[in-house]
């Protein structure tokens, strides 16, 4: 690991070779730069070891006092100069991203087409919604057709229950009505027969006509509460048919594979005719894989010194290694400025580096999952660091 040392002219930096490490420049290294040239001056000239020349002192402190104004140090425990950045390497993602599996097992059917009606492939762009795969499930599809019946089936014998109910009220209002009727016959007979105008024989035979038009009545009130028992018993099954259809028609639907949003295709991994394993039951590879890419992810390891000092808008600037026509200026962040997004909030454990992501507009399609680049980040001073830490 080679140590490059900038002099006392200008501010200076530290870089890590060979391996890609994170370059910190500003202040701090400023600072610790303009020290060390100082005391190799001092150790190639005699310097101030063992002098005794009256205003040695006096003059390196007012070198001193320069390369911190210079270097952006500290002076009287304020910050003069530019805020430190840190220059990293980073990793192209997409903003979203879903791998397709089958939910059920069967022979691929078709594969749908993109945008411009085109048989689906990778690269192809989809939109939200948009049919890209069916499944073959001529079992399912019986058993749906089925299920469709017995729905029809259970709907008409709720039509059934309900016409006898009708019926059952009609019967009961008649045999109400017959009630009534005989009731009073036995009443005025009753009376005639008292005054000894009436034979009690006709009375009798009269009094035996009323309780069986009463016997009537009743039974047409229990045929009532029997259509209704009966109606409800119609319904619950007409519930159930309906439940078994729609389980059947969920299981018909996992046969038809839709994007989840607006994307390209990336990966296609089975042809029409092929026997697509369901996942739950083994299958290994999905059958498509969808990006999001209207915007893109730029993803940064934040090593452990730096953690304190990189918080969610930070400002940044980002270079892809594989466009070098695409100036910093070029890109743009979903809010205008390119900035630090979101931050885990948490180290990895392994390598103590924190992943720190920065969100990029999209607008040509040119950033694509994969691509390597370089990020600058503008770190927070300490105290507004620490500020930030307690809020």
Known sequence: ????????????????????????????????????????????????????????????????????????????????????????PGCVIPDKSAELFAKVSGYLLELGVDLDDKPLDIGSH?????????????????????????????????????????????????ATAMFTFRQKVFHRLD??????????????????QMHASEESMNAAEAKILQAEADLEEAH????????????????????TIKSPYDGVITARNYWPGAFIRAHEEGGKLPLLEVHKIDVVRVVVLIPDMDVPYVNPGNKATVMIDNLPNKMAKDFEGTAGPVIVSRIANAQDPLTRNMRVEI?????????????????????????????????
């Open 236 to 255: 619950a099954e007409v519930e159930l048919a309906q439940a078994t259809l729609e389980r059947a028609q969920v299981d018909l639907d996992y046969a």
């Open 1 to 88: 690991m080679a140590v490059v040392l900038l002099g006392a002219v200008a501010s200076a930096a530290f870089v890590y070779w060979p391996r890609e490490k994170p370059v910190r420049t500003g202040a701090a290294a400023g600072h610790k730069g303009h020290e060390g040239d100082r005391s190799d001056e001092r150790d190639q000239s005699g310097g101030r070891h063992g002098s005794t020349k009256p205003g040695d002192g006096k003059e390196d402190d007012e070198q001193e006092t320069d390369a911190n104004e210079q270097g952006g140090g500290e002076k009287g425990g304020e910050k003069t100069g530019a805020p430190r950045t840190i220059y990293l």
């Open 126 to 174: 989809v939109k939200k919604d948009q049919v890209l795969a069916v499944i073959d499930m001529p079992e399912l599809e019986r058993e749906v057709k089925r299920d469709v019946a017995a729905v029809k089936r259970a709907k008409a014998t709720v039509d059934q229950m309900t016409a006898r109910i009708k019926t059952a009220n009609a019967d009961y209002k008649a």
């Open 359 to 391: 969100d990029l507009v999209n607008k040509d399609g040119d950033l694509r999952a994969g691509m390597y680049g370089h990020v600058t980040i503008i770190l927070d001073h300490a105290g507004t660091a620490v500020a930030k830490a307690g809020h």
């Open 191 to 208: 009376q005639l027969a008292k005054e000894k105008v009436m034979d009690y024989r006709v009375v009798d035979e009269k009094e035996e």
